[in-house]
Every structure is written in structure tokens, then in C-alpha cells.
């Protein structure tokens, strides 16, 4: 319920209910291979298709499955969400090749003008960009469809109408309701929710988002080597895809991971309108530290509070340094920074703003959209969580707040409590 505050006592020192560990109880003795000659057989046993497209990718999937591989703290539940996870990714690259080449006058198709929203995790991009997505002239990526942007050939709705893709991804979020349910009040990827395009950036195994998944410091030295403009061209050659497939409507998109790859998002989408969210980093991190170490109940055989905090203050670190850096390579003309506090209960003043840079008239039925959004979503919709920074990881707001003085000095940002 809007207001509730829920508080994780057990949140370092879970308290498995008994469906939980039976679960992980269930799956402890299962091998679960993760080795890339295997995965790859098994997208294409599943598939019927053998071309993945450009070769290339395969030796960022052998550092990808070996990063996976390697970290010993998962428990065998994650480790067989990862296999699955790589088979996904990989049967829909050979989805898309094979589709590429029935239809390859997919590749003339222009994506224009798109809205991209760049901020770190916790920082309002998720509200803004499911608000910019109310406006049906805008195409967003739901999360159902992030995860299987590409139907099985032959794949197509009951007699129902429902997308067996759509399906899936029901049953998937009950589940994960079943294993963390507490993940709701903190960011919960129902099926329709508008998910990060980085999703469809990890087809090309080339994106930062393993680091969410697993403790994969070896991933994300090698991801941060790569050169990003041939994959974030695979990335729109994709939203060229599933533009194709369901319509031409200018995209609204949204990733963190934006934030250090201004360069490369740029080059690709040289007429995109940017809105950079900012918000306290301490907000930030608590936040994220937070639904990482709940949902490492199930992920990892031990909760480790201070590696966690560790590498993800590091990683926000490094995520604003980079966008301090670059954000002069988006004009100041196509671009606006919104902070967080300034976010909520101004969202029409910002909108305004924001259309008008990107050269689209904010119509009243874009406003209408806009407002029963905003009436069916109010903040704390589905409860809030009580964080203790200090209690749970040890670490008081002031020492981390110290480390971010060139992004309060860079932006309008209020320090949270």
C-alpha cells in the first residue's frame, strides 16, 4: 500500500522461507553447464537456426560464460538462471539473423528522433521513461518483450490472443514474486513495465548488465575495453527489427549504462533528445545495494554486505565520472538535466520542455496520457523500503557522499538523508 515502510530485518542474514530452501534445496545437485559450445548447441536445438550473424561475438561470449562461470558464490539456482540466460540471448541473435535475412529491407528502416533517458539506478529514469511511454506515438520496450524481442518461427498468439512470449513472462514474474516478493516495493519488472534497451544491447554480449546478475569484476574490466559503436549499431539494428515488427513510432529508451557510453549513444542516434536524471549517489547506492543483497537470498550461498557495497560505490564512481566527463557531447539544445527532487509533482513542467527539444508537440492527448499515468502510479505505490545503510553495510552517508564532490559540484543535487 502507498506509505507502507517496509524494513528487511534479515536482509544480510537471510531467513529462507521453507518454499525458498526447498528450491535451493531441490536444485543443489544439478550440473548446470555453462560452457559456450554447449549453450550455443542448445540455441540452436531449440531454434532450428545455426546463424548468429557477425562471428565476432563469440569470443565476448567465451568472457562472458567464463566470468559467469567462475564465480563460486552462486548458488546452483543462479547458475542455471545464467545458462538459461545466455540460451535466451543467444537464440534470439540467431531469431534476429534469420529474420534479417528473410526481410533485409529492415536495415533502410530509420530510427528518428528518439527520447533517451540516462541516469543512474534508483534516480527516477524508471518513472520518467514509463511516463514518456503513456504517449502512444511513442514505442518503449516492455519487459516481456525485452527478454524474447524475437518469436520462435511459427510462435504466434492463442486463440486468446496472448503472446506465448507475454506468457512466459507472467509465470516467470510469479515466480520471482514466490522466491522475492519484496522486490515489488523496490523495482518490480512486471511484464509490462518499460524495460532498459541494454537488455537488447546483450544479444551482441558486449553490455554491462552480467554485472547485475554475478560478481563478474572480470566482465566488467573486458566490457569497459570494447569498442561500444559496433555494438550499440547491433543495438539499433535490433530496435530496426522490432520496429518492423510492430510499427514505425519514434522509441523512448532508457540504461544506466548510458551514462559512460555517451560517446558511442551519440555517434549511433545523432538526432536523439537526452534527459539525464540526477540524484543523490547515496540515495542511489543504498537503494541498490539494498535490492541486490535481498535478492542475493537466492542468488548466493552467503551474503557479502561490504564486497557488495564495495564494488557498486566503486561502479556509480565510475558511471558519474564518465558522464561528468562527456555530458558536453550532448547539445545543450537536445538535452535537459532534471534532479531528482525536482522530479516529482513537476513532471508536465519537464515534459514540455523535453518534447519541445525533441521537436514533437506535446498534444493534449499526450497530456491526458501523461495525468492518469501519474493518478495510477504515485510514488510508493507498492510500499517503500526502510534502508539502514550503516546497520546493514557498515557505512555511514557521509563517507560515501565523499567520494561524489565533482558530481554535486557538476549538477543540482540534493543531499538525502
Not at 563469440?58 to 560464460?65: E, I, M, P, Q
Not at 528518439?114 to 527516477?124: A, D, F, H, M, T
Not at 523496490?186 to 534497451?197: G, L, S, V, Y
Not at 564512481?317 to 522530479?343: G, K, N, P, T
Request: overall charge negative; some cysteine; glycine content about 6%.
Amino acid at each position: 500500500m502507498p506509505g507502507t515502510a517496509l524494513a528487511i530485518a534479515d536482509l544480510t542474514r537471510p531467513v529462507l522461507s521453507p518454499a525458498q530452501r526447498q528450491i535451493l534445496d531441490h536444485l543443489e545437485g544439478l550440473a548446470v553447464d555453462l560452457d559456450p559450445a554447449a549453450l550455443i548447441d542448445e540455441a540452436i536445438q531449440k531454434t532450428g537456426l545455426d546463424d548468429f550473424g557477425p562471428a565476432d561475438f563469440r569470443s565476448r561470449l567465451d568472457v562472458y560464460a567464463a566470468a559467469a562461470d567462475a564465480d563460486s558464490g552462486n548458488t546452483n539456482l543462479n547458475r542455471l538462471i545464467l545458462h538459461n540466460r545466455i540460451v535466451r540471448l543467444l537464440s534470439q541473435r540467431l531469431l534476429l539473423t534469420d529474420l534479417l535475412h528473410r526481410y533485409p529491407e529492415i536495415y533502410h528502416i530509420e530510427i528518428e528522433k528518439p527520447i533517451i533517458v540516462v541516469g543512474l539506478p534508483r534516480s527516477g529514469t524508471t518513472h520518467l521513461v514509463n511516463l514518456i511511454a503513456a504517449d502512444a506515438r511513442r514505442r518503449a520496450l516492455p519487459y516481456w518483450e525485452s527478454q524474447e524481442p524475437f518469436p520462435l518461427r511459427g510462435e504466434g498468439p492463442d486463440v486468446n490472443g496472448t503472446d506465448p512470449r507475454f506468457a512466459r513472462s507472467v509465470a516467470e514474474h510469479e515466480s520471482a514474486m514466490m522466491m522475492t516478493p519484496l522486490v515489488q516495493a523496490m523495482h518490480d519488472r512486471f511484464p509490462q513495465a518499460i524495460e532498459e534497451e541494454v537488455e537488447l544491447l546483450d544479444l551482441d554480449f558486449a553490455s554491462y548488465v552480467l554485472e547485475w546478475h554475478a560478481r563478474v569484476p572480470q566482465w566488467r574490466d573486458f566490457y569497459l575495453e570494447l569498442d561500444q559503436d559496433a555494438h550499440y549499431a547491433y543495438l539499433r539494428t535490433i530496435l530496426k527489427a522490432l520496429t518492423f515488427l510492430r510499427g514505425p513510432r519514434p522509441w523512448v529508451l532508457k540504461s544506466p549504462q548510458h551514462c559512460e557510453q555517451l560517446g558511442p549513444l551519440m555517434r549511433t542516434f545523432p538526432d536523439a533528445t537526452v534527459a539525464f536524471t540526477h540524484r543523490d549517489p547515496v540515495a542511489v547506492i543504498q537503494s541498490a545495494v539494498t535490492m541486490l543483497a535481498y535478492g542475493d537470498r537466492i542468488r548466493r550461498k552467503e551474503i557479502d554486505p561490504d564486497g557488495l557495497v564495495d564494488y557498486w560505490v566503486d561502479r556509480i564512481e565510475q558511471l558519474l565520472r564518465a558522464c561528468v566527463r562527456d555530458r558536453e557531447l550532448v547539445a545543450a539544445d537536445r538535452s535537459m538535466d532534471i534532479s531528482f527532487h525536482h522530479l516529482s509533482g513537476n513532471e508536465m513542467a519537464i515534459l514540455e520542455k523535453l518534447y519541445a527539444n525533441n521537436g514533437t508537440e506535446l498534444t493534449e492527448q499526450a497530456r491526458a496520457a501523461f495525468q492518469g499515468y501519474l493518478d495510477d502510479n504515485p510514488r510508493g505505490k507498492h510500499g517503500s523500503l526502510r534502508y539502514d545503510l550503516q546497520g546493514h553495510f557498515g557505512r555511514s552517508p557521509a563517507e560515501i557522499r565523499s567520494r561524489f564532490g565533482f558530481y554535486f559540484d557538476r549538477f543540482d543535487i540534493r543531499e538525502e538523508a
